[in-house]
C-alpha cells in the first residue's frame, strides 16, 4: 500500500490539523506507515509541482480527459492526451512520457490491454514507466486486475486533484531513483 498525505492548516485556537490520507495500491504492496509531516508549513506541503514532467493520460470520456489534462497542466506537467488505448499507444513513442495515466473501462481495447502492450516495450521504448489507472472500478478485485496486469498505481474516480498531483509527483520522483 502507498500512503498519500495531505494537511490544511488551522486556524491559531483550533483543535489541530486536519489530516486527509489516501491509500493508493501499488505493485511493491509497500506496507510502511504514512509519512511524517515534519516541521513544514501546510503552504510549502500543498505546493506541489510536476514542472517539465512528461504525462501520457489516456481517456476516452472527453470531460474526464480534459479535467485530468488540466490538473496535470496546472501543476505544471507537460501533458499529451489520447481518447483510446490505441492512440494512447500510439503516443508513447511519439511523445516519450515519463508517466502514464489511464483509465481502465474503455471501448474496442481497455487499459489492462494497454497497459500490457506497454509492459511489452523494451525499457528505453517506455515498457517501465511508472503508471496510474485512474478508474470508476474500485473493488478490491479491481485494484488486483489493475497491479497483475502492470500498473504501478490504482486510484478510484472521482479523484481530488491534491491526491492525483501528489500520486503523479510521487511515482515519478521514485522513476527517477
Known amino acids: 500500500m502507498f500512503n498519500l498525505g495531505a494537511e490544511t492548516a488551522c486556524p491559531r485556537g483550533s483543535s489541530g490539523l486536519p489530516r486527509l490520507w489516501l491509500s493508493v495500491y501499488q505493485a511493491s ?3 510502511s506507515a504514512p ?3 515534519g516541521s513544514r508549513s501546510g503552504a510549502q506541503r500543498s505546493s506541489v509541482s510536476l514542472a ?3 504525462v501520457l493520460v489516456v481517456e476516452d470520456d472527453p470531460d474526464a480527459r480534459e479535467l485530468v489534462t488540466a490538473i496535470l497542466e496546472d501543476a505544471g506537467a507537460v501533458v499529451e492526451s489520447a ?3 490505441a492512440t494512447g499507444f500510439d503516443a508513447m513513442r511519439r511523445f516519450q512520457p ?3 495515466v489511464s483509465d481502465i473501462g474503455m ?3 481497455d487499459g489492462y490491454s494497454l497497459i500490457r502492450r506497454v509492459r511489452a516495450l523494451a525499457e528505453d521504448e517506455g515498457g517501465a514507466i511508472p ?6 472500478y474500485t473493488r478490491r478485485e479491481d ?3 489493475a497491479i497483475g496486469a502492470g500498473f504501478t498505481l490504482h486510484m478510484g474516480k472521482p479523484v481530488s486533484p491534491l491526491a492525483l498531483v501528489t500520486a503523479v509527483r510521487a511515482l515519478a520522483a521514485r522513476g527517477r531513483s
Not at 503508471?131 to 470508476?136: G, K, P, R, V
Open 107 to 109: 471501448p474496442d481495447e
Open 98 to 100: 515519463q508517466l502514464l
Open 35 to 37: 509519512p511524517s509531516t
Open 83 to 85: 481518447p483510446s488505448a
Open 52 to 54: 517539465g514532467l512528461r
Open 143 to 145: 485494484r488486483e486486475t
Open 131 to 136: 503508471s496510474i489507472a485512474l478508474t470508476a
Open 29 to 31: 504492496q509497500d506496507t
